[in-house]
């Protein structure tokens, strides 16, 4: 009997197709239509845009960065599976077809509605327990530059994801393990087919070349990429999760996998990290308490649920439109279907003063002291409004941390850093159950380390450099410790957002979305959710709308996406606009009185499906 996916080819052949034919001629689907899988399929570059219509069904729907992964997760659905049961299969099948975001080498968090509750469930990297505060700073006494930190075994964390999606299925999973595994084994052992993105995200990639597993796997003889439309196989994957889909995670944190992941990171000739096997058979998935908080916009009460730390995304995304609504922002509509420069001034500074608040105070709960004792402090709605205050008509010359409780603090804030990477998954099942999952490698590509455990099958599995999102200077000039600093056994701050939001009057879930983007991660949500809650966009639109962001010091805008005039009404409110790439990867999928609705970015290769 053929194998469902395999089954659904020629259906996924026409829907290719008709995708193709879309881009062409919009005509595939419609927002309002009945459930189709007709939007273009054709992946795009890191800067590519290709219009995507969102897609309506009535009981259940998947949304995922890759069609085949988005594939995989529907069939669970249809077989009776929960929105965690989807999860799996569609993290395993992305760690075959989109292996420069996620994976079995990398981590995430989930936020899980079981129609009742919230959980938070944390799969991050831990730093190995050997690791001190000083990895990554250099013989000179200096920091280390991002990719001499991030590439080889330096950086390589504990990988969690799978534990923590096995401790999410022993609570909430519908159907067998083993079965969740069977789309990516089919595969990876049969061959997908390389995408535009994958390929156009070789391209340019010098480093992973330099890893002879990852040169075998991801080019031919000559050093080129796979064309698209390769059939790439990859054995060893399919191994490695058969061993998996049979024995639990412990067959990759244990044994003969674990024993090549610590070879491959100890062994680095040039960046040589210390993870051990002990790291990887201790590893522990954490239930943390989500941060739940209100928020009023378009005169209706909503409930928010975001991720803990050691995420700062719930609390940034919070802060950020807590502020907001404690300002102008409120009573300012969209400008020609855009936002407006005095709106996106607001925002702008709205998110300096978050961002400065998450430098001060975020890192792993298990090392670090929430200010005041809990994390709730900094999204108590006198804080925000205080917070709020201090956002005037011009942009302010420097931003600081607040004092959230009335609490001094004993860490230094930590220098922003880029991040990267990272994919998200956003599903609500036939019991109205849901999920939000954002899972990363951190950089695209990881550590340039593909795990293969030497027995004669090509492929494996790329390692993550989280690590690196720890701060790379442990102190401050006056030797003030920054919370994030590495610690053995530590987690990573994070950006990472995913977020479930409910009507607050009923407690019905209304939406479940997050976003790759490494720091921009936040900015990426938050922009979804006020697109939804405020302008009252449906999630496509919001998705699709113009990227814009700030760190704390330049105000980063989509480029070509905003007129000269907002741009130049920006500097005169004395903005540094950077207009650039900012290329997202939002996932999300709403619930509406006549049905889910789900979007996909445009600026990827993600798709919806539902019936
Ligand atoms: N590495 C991306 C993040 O955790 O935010």
């Not at 702008?348 to 001060?360: F, G, H, K, T």
């Not at 599995?461 to 590495?486: M, Q, Y």
Request: proline share 7%.
């Amino acid at each position: 009997m053929p194998h469902p996916l395999e089954a659904a080819m020629p259906a996924i052949k026409r829907l290719l197709l008709c995708g193709a034919l879309a881009a062409l001629l919009s005509a595939c689907a419609s927002p309002a239509g009945p459930l189709t899988h007709a939007a273009p399929l054709q992946p795009e570059a890191a800067s590519g845009y290709s219009a995507k219509p969102g897609w309506s069904s009535s009981r259940f729907a998947v949304a995922a960065a890759n069609p085949l992964a988005t594939e995989a997760g529907y069939r669970m659905l249809k077989a009776g599976g929960s929105a965690i049961d989807a999860a799996i299969a569609v993290q395993m099948v992305l760690a075959l077809v989109e292996p420069q975001s996620s994976g079995l080498g990398g981590g995430a968090f989930l936020m899980h509605y079981n129609g009742r509750d919230v959980e938070a469930f944390d799969g991050r990297e831990t730093a190995p327990a050997a690791a001190n505060e000083n990895i990554f700073i250099r013989a000179d006494g200096r920091a280390m530059a991002f990719y001499e930190a991030a590439i080889g075994g330096r950086a390589v964390g504990t990988p969690g994801a799978v534990r923590m999606l096995e401790m999410v299925h022993r609570q909430y999973g519908r159907l067998p393990w083993q079965q969740l595994f069977e789309p990516a084994i089919t595969l990876a052992d049969k061959g997908f087919k390389v995408s535009e993105r994958l390929h156009a995200l070789l391209g340019p990639e010098r480093q992973l070349k330099k890893d002879p597993v990852a040169l075998a796997y991801f080019y031919d003889a000559h050093g080129q990429p796979w064309p698209v439309g390769h059939q790439l196989k990859n054995p060893e994957l399919a191994a490695v999760l058969k061993l998996i889909a049979a024995q639990g995670s412990s067959a990759l944190l244990e044994g003969e996998v674990a024993q090549a992941i610590v070879r491959k990171v100890q062994t680095h000739a040039d960046n040589p990290g210390q993870l051990a096997l002990s790291d990887l058979s201790a590893y522990k998935a954490q239930k943390r308490t989500p941060l739940c908080y209100d928020l009023h916009a378009s005169d209706r009460d909503f409930r928010l649920c975001g991720m803990p730390p050691p995420s700062s995304g719930g609390i940034a995304v919070g802060q950020i439109l807590g502020m907001l609504a404690n300002t102008r922002a409120a009573s300012l509509g969209l400008e020609d279907g855009l936002p407006s420069a005095e709106w996106l001034h607001l925002y702008s500074e709205a998110s300096r003063l978050a961002y400065a608040d998450r430098a001060q105070y975020l890192g792993d709960p298990d090392f670090v002291q929430p200010p005041g004792g809990d994390w709730m402090n900094l999204l108590r709605p006198d804080y925000l409004a205080s917070r709020a205050r201090l956002i005037g008509s011009q942009r302010m010359d420097e931003v600081k941390p607040g004092q959230p409780a009335g609490m001094s603090t004993p860490y230094a804030p930590m220098p922003e850093q880029y991040e990267y990477g990272t994919s998200h998954i956003s599903i609500i099942d036939a019991w109205g159950q849901a999920i939000a999952m954002t899972t990363t490698i951190e950089d695209a590509w990881g550590a340039r380390l593909m795990v293969n455990r030497g027995q004669g099958l090509a492929g494996g599995f790329l390692l993550n450099n989280e690590l690196t999102d720890f701060s790379f200077s442990p102190s401050d000039a006056n030797g003030k410790p920054v919370a994030n600093r590495v610690q053995g056994g530590k987690r990573p701050r994070s950006s990472m957002a995913p977020t479930l939001v409910f009507d607050k009057a009923s407690g019905d879930l209304l939406m479940t979305l997050g976003s790759p983007g490494g720091s921009v991660i936040i900015h990426y949500t938050a922009k979804t959710i006020y697109g939804v809650l405020n302008w009252g966009l449906n999630v496509q639109q919001a998705i699709s709308m113009p990227n814009f962001a700030s760190l704390g010091g330049p105000t980063l805008l989509e480029e070509s996406r905003f007129p000269a005039a907002t741009v130049q009404a920006l500097r005169t409110r004395g903005h540094d606009v950077r207009e650039q790439s900012m290329t997202s990867g939002l996932q999300g999928i709403q619930r509406r009185p006549q049905g889910l609705f789900g979007g996909a970015d445009p600026r990827r290769e993600g798709v919806v499906m539902g019936d």
